[in-house]
């Protein structure tokens, strides 16, 4: 069965602290490893996908890397507008019915403060 | 701006009544996703449709949940009768698929289900 962990479940950070948050999947056939953010009373907002091991990815302060069992999501210098609970997913590599299913990490929740 | 759109964003309904929750997929994308977040269980999926045929409703409780798209512009998800314990955020998403290509999947708000 696909599984997804995400660590830690919560990060408090100062403003312009850097720190990272993991994301440790198990899938028989990797096709892609996503990445969201979603904020309170919000749905999750895409941010990255990820397809093969040593893909890197940045988009502002934020940077994503895949390895063959996990994924981190890096925070540079983060403001408190990055505050948000952070998603990952996994996608199955299997046609039918699988296809396109994501499964979800239970999210890390990030706090940061000015 | 290109969005997922779903209708209501809150519903309070009694114990036994029928809920009607809706979705309005980005135009041009074949795919929709239903999922259910908790604070238990987080975001598990319920029902997934492509080119409006369902492909894998694993997820959905099937004697109370059911799940349609009656035309490309519409997808619903129906809980009858619903239960207290189905209280959650019930999120819809939709992306595109053609063969080995695929795009992520976009989030609706979602519709915030009490059932008391």
């Known amino acids: 069965e696909d599984q997804v962990t995400q660590s830690p479940e919560a990060l408090r950070l100062q403003e312009g602290e850097s720190s990272s948050l993991n994301c440790s999947y198990t899938v028989s056939g990797l096709r892609g490893l996503f990445w969201y953010r979603q904020d309170p009373g919000k749905g999750p907002e895409f941010l990255f996908t990820?397809?093969?091991a040593g893909e890197e990815k940045e988009k502002e302060r934020l940077k994503a890397t895949l390895t063959k069992k996990e994924s981190f999501l890096h925070i540079t210098a983060p403001k408190p507008e990055d505050s948000a609970t952070y998603l990952c997913?996994?996608?199955?590599?299997?046609?039918?019915?699988?296809?396109?299913?994501?499964?979800f990490g239970q999210g890390t929740i990030l706090t940061v403060h000015p | 701006d290109a969005r997922v759109t779903q209708t209501p964003r809150h519903k309070v309904t009694e114990m036994g009544q029928e809920v009607t929750m809706r979705c309005q997929p980005i135009l041009g994308h074949n795919t929709v996703f239903w999922y259910r977040q908790t604070m238990m269980q987080g975001l598990e999926l319920l029902a997934y449709?492509?080119?409006?045929?369902?492909?894998?409703d694993s997820g959905m409780p099937k004697d109370r949940f059911s799940a349609e798209m009656p035309d490309a512009t519409l997808a619903t998800l129906k809980i009858q009768p619903s239960e207290p314990r189905d209280s959650a955020v019930y999120f819809c998403?939709?992306?595109?698929?053609?063969?080995?290509?695929?795009?992520?999947?976009?989030f609706g708000q979602g519709t915030r289900l009490t059932v008391v």
């Open positions: 990820l397809y093969s």
């Open positions: 997913a996994v996608q199955k590599a299997v046609r039918g019915t699988s296809y396109g299913k994501l499964t």
């Open positions: 449709f492509r080119n409006r045929a369902p492909l894998d």
């Open positions: 998403a939709s992306g595109s698929t053609g063969g080995e290509e695929n795009t992520e999947a976009f």
